[in-house]
């Protein structure tokens, strides 16, 4: 585990109760590392998430985030995407309140003229510069996916950390969102990690896997950690999905 | 209607309701936009125990019930947070053990207290300096935590987003605990124990229904809180109806008239 890890995971166990929802993850993910987190549901992929941003406690092992625990992280280091699932639609805001919260670190109460700008650019990055003055109640799950992405991208974090960006998003969407993070890594040797369950996306654009169902079954460059074997073992079968591992043309 | 403002108990009638309406408005935008609307009944229904308490001892209720009050709000962030029992379970679990120890403690009293029923129905026009300077007091507290408004909003439209940008979640939900605590007690001495969540509910809700922004619906639903007390006053005496009823009726109105105008517009 070098010291320069900017995800630095030791045999981390996390429980609920008596459950063990993590049993013994280990991984490091370095600058430039774009590490796909694939699991069956209630694989404890969300709480693996939560781990690395300090809002679940490890209660054996280390999670060290740019080697310091979770919680005295930086929080300007890390940009965060939920799952757009958990939004409060309810919530009175427009899209450009939520992109400024990733500057501000709280809710803001007024938007100056310059925050206005930088809100409106992050969003334009995104391709959604149309949405920044819509209210969060009539965006698409796809529109708001960009709104979180435009969130997490303006404080130019060197840590993403996506959960499921592309659930519930179309496939052209999808691909968009992809190139989008790969422009932004390529840009500023970031390192990506992503919750996902799209298995295909993983295999091509993801530089690691990490296959988890409470314990970790594989970690490594996809070919090898999504493996027959592993993703048996991990799914316990394994459906189309492995067809189109093989019949996709290797990403270029 | 302007010699009644020379009398000293309208004075003090109005400059409370006007105090007290724009506070429970200020908390009421983040109880509705929280869903605790259930959190607010709750700790109302959990002060007339602590004033309970005060007949019994026979001093002002007001100083047994806010400390009370605090008590039974923290005990319930307390149980909520350790995660071993929802919120609303935790509400219903403290509330009831205020009421049941509030109705010992007024059987405990041998002489006959007709003040617990003022409690119930609030008394703004009994309203002492005393109560007055306890609301200046939780006026001035409020203003030194409005800078957490930012912290509040945020935590309020997604805990975890916040909690993972560093905002101290816990620390700051225990805090606004202890002040929607203290801001019911002083709205219960107004409106009563069984009216107080339309303080917190209605004008926030009203605000919700005309804005589109977190801190619009914040300053609309303290401009509302504030003008339903002056109006819902004003209408209580030129009518001769009780005060604290005849505040929330007008909240009703101000709340129906924005449903009605917001239904117009929206598909």
């Known amino acids: 585990m070098s010291s320069s890890a900017a995800v630095a995971v030791n045999e981390l166990v996390v429980r609920r109760g008596e459950h063990r929802v993590l049993d013994g993850i280990t991984f490091d993910a370095s600058a430039g590392d774009f590490v796909a987190v694939i699991g069956p549901n209630g694989a404890g992929k969300t709480t693996l998430i939560k781990a690395l941003l300090g809002l679940v406690s490890c209660d054996r092992g280390s999670v060290r985030v740019f080697g310091t625990p979770p919680p005295e992280t930086d929080p300007d280091l890390v940009g965060y995407v939920p799952q757009i699932k958990t939004l409060d639609r309810s919530f009175p805001a427009r899209a450009a309140d939520l992109v400024l919260t990733g500057l501000r670190h709280r809710w803001p109460f007024y938007t100056t003229t310059t925050e206005q700008v930088r809100a409106e650019e992050a969003l334009e990055r995104v391709g959604a510069g149309a949405l920044a003055d819509r209210a969060l109640s009539t965006l698409s799950g796809g529109e708001l996916q960009r709104v979180y992405l435009a969130r997490s991208l303006i404080r130019t974090p060197r840590l993403l950390v996506l959960d499921e960006p592309a659930t519930g998003v179309d496939a052209a969407g999808a691909t968009d969102v992809y190139g989008l993070l790969e422009d932004y890594q390529a840009a500023h040797q970031a390192t990506i990690v992503m919750v996902t369950h799209d298995w295909n996306a993983a295999y091509h654009h993801a530089t690691h896997a990490l296959l988890i169902d409470a314990q970790q079954i594989s970690f490594g460059p996809p070919p090898e950690a999504l493996d027959e074997r592993c993703l048996r073992k991990a799914f316990g079968h394994i459906g189309h999905a492995h067809a189109m591992l093989h019949t996709v043309p290797p990403h270029d | ?260 105008l917001r239904g117009g517009e929206r598909g």
């Open chain 2, 1 to 260: 209607m302007i010699e009644v403002l020379q009398l000293p108990f309208m004075q003090r009638a109005l400059l409370a309701g006007v105090l007290v309406g724009g506070l429970a408005s200020y908390y009421g935008v983040f109880v509705v936009q929280r869903r605790l609307s259930f959190l607010g009944i709750g700790l109302s229904h959990a002060a007339f125990g602590g004033v309970a308490l005060g007949l019994l001892l026979g001093t002002n209720p007001m100083w047994t019930a806010l400390p009370f009050t605090v008590v039974v709000a923290l005990g319930i962030d307390a149980v909520t947070q350790r995660g071993a029992v929802s919120g609303d379970t935790a509400i219903g679990v403290f509330f009831s053990v205020a009421i049941a120890l509030g109705v010992v403690f007024l059987a405990l009293k041998d002489t006959y207290t007709a003040d617990a029923f003022a409690y119930l129905f609030g008394s703004i026009l009994g309203v002492r300096p005393v109560d007055l300077w306890i609301i200046g007091g939780i006026t001035v507290g409020t203003l030194a935590v409005v800078p957490l408004w930012g912290r509040w909003a945020y935590a309020t439209f997604d805990r975890d987003l916040a909690q993972a940008d560093g905002v101290p979640v816990r620390r700051d939900d225990a805090l606004f605990s202890v002040f929607l605590a203290v801001t019911i007690v002083a709205a219960v001495k107004i409106v009563g124990i069984v009216l107080v969540a339309a303080f917190l509910v209605i004008p926030a809700a009203a605000a919700r229904l005309t804005t589109s922004t977190f801190h619009t619906m914040t300053m609309v639903a303290v401009i509302l809180g504030i003008a339903t007390a002056v109006g819902g006053l004003a209408g209580s005496y030129a009518l001769d109806i009780p005060s604290g009823a005849t505040i929330v009726l007008t909240q009703a109105v101000v709340f129906f008239g924005a449903f009605l």
